[in-house]
C-alpha cells in the first residue's frame, strides 16, 4: 500500500491498482495487471510511481490523468529478485535483491515520458510486459554484500552528516552507502582499495574483487570493509602501501576516520 496524491495505490499479485476514497468504500479508479510477475516494494515521489518486482527488478510507472490510465515507461534490462528499494531522487533507484547485491538505477535524461500512441488503442500502454517498455534504465552502481538485503533507508547519520543508505541484512548485519563528494576522495580511496587487494588477506582465500562481482560486475562502488583493514596490517605494509599512495600511514588512519566519522 502506498499513498498517491490523495488516493490509495494498492498491488495484488502483478496487479497495482488506484483507489479513490468513497464515503464507505474504496471505488477502483483504474489499474494495470502488466507487471512481470509479483510487485514486492511500492513507492511514490511526485508523480511517478516505482514498483520493484520479485523476479523482474524495478519498473517505473506514471499516472495519466487525461486517460486515466498507469503507465509503464521505463525498466530495467537486468532480472533482479527485489527484496526491498527506494527512490533516491526522482530519477535514481536503489535496490536489493535475495541473492545479496544492492545496485542503482538511473533514467536517461532524454526520456520521454509523454510516449505518443497515434493508434489510438492500448496496445502501446500494455507493451510493458517482459521488460518491453519503452525506455531502459541506467544502471550507474553495482555490489555484492554477501547477505541478502532485507531493508533500507536514507537518513543522515548525523545532524551535519551526509545522506547515507543505512541497510539490513536477514543476518542481522547493519552497514551503511555514502556517497563520495569529492572527486579527490574517490580517487584515494580506489586507488587505497587496489592496494588492499593485493594483500590477499582473506582467511578462506577468496579473491575480493570477483566476490564483489558474485553475480554483476561492482561498479563504482569502493570497498569500506576491506579499505578499513589497513589499520590492522602489520607497520612494514602499512609504509608500503602508504608510499604507493604518496602519504604517510598516519594521514592515511586519519582519513579512513574522518570518513567513517560522516
Known amino acids: 500500500l502506498c499513498p498517491f496524491h490523495g488516493q490509495l495505490l494498492a498491488s495484488c499479485g502483478k496487479t497495482l491498482n488506484l483507489y ?45 490523468k487525461e486517460t486515466n490510465e498507469l503507465v509503464i515507461f521505463a525498466d530495467d534490462v537486468i532480472p533482479r529478485h527485489i ?18 547485491n544492492i545496485f542503482a538505477n538511473r533514467l536517461p535524461e532524454d526520456t520521454n515520458e509523454d510516449v ?15 521488460s518491453g517498455a519503452p525506455n531502459k534504465l ?11 538485503v532485507t531493508s533500507c533507508l536514507k537518513t543522515k547519520m548525523s545532524p551535519t552528516g551526509d545522506e547515507v543508505v543505512v541497510l539490513g541484512t536477514i543476518m542481522g548485519s547493519v ?19 587496489m592496494n588492499m587487494r593485493n594483500e590477499k588477506i582473506s582467511l578462506v582465500g577468496r579473491d575480493q574483487l570477483s566476490y ?21 596490517l602489520p607497520s612494514d605494509r602499512q609504509q608500503y602501501i602508504a608510499d604507493e599512495l604518496n602519504r604517510t600511514p598516519g594521514e592515511i588512519i586519519k582519513k579512513l576516520e574522518e570518513i567513517r566519522a560522516r
Open 175 to 193: 552497514s551503511a552507502a555514502m556517497p563520495f563528494r569529492s572527486r579527490d576522495n574517490v580517487d584515494f580511496f580506489s586507488r587505497l582499495e
Open 138 to 148: 541506467d544502471n550507474v552502481m553495482n555490489f555484492h554484500v554477501g547477505e541478502a
Open 20 to 64: 479513490a476514497f468513497g464515503k464507505k468504500t474504496l471505488l477502483l479508479k483504474c489499474a494495470n495487471g502488466n507487471f512481470p510477475f509479483f510487485i514486492a516494494s511500492l513507492h511514490t515521489l511526485n508523480r511517478r510511481i516505482y514498483v520493484g518486482d520479485l523476479q523482474d527488478s524495478v519498473v517505473y510507472c506514471k499516472h495519466r
Open 83 to 100: 527484496t526491498c528499494g527506494m527512490p533516491l531522487d526522482y530519477d535514481t533507484y536503489f535496490g536489493a535483491d535475495k541473492f545479496g
Open 212 to 232: 564483489r562481482s558474485y553475480f554483476v560486475p561492482v561498479k563504482c562502488v569502493v570497498d569500506g570493509d576491506l579499505c578499513e583493514a589497513y589499520i590492522h
Open 116 to 130: 505518443v500512441n497515434p493508434t489510438g488503442n492500448r496496445i502501446l500502454w500494455d507493451a510493458g510486459r517482459m
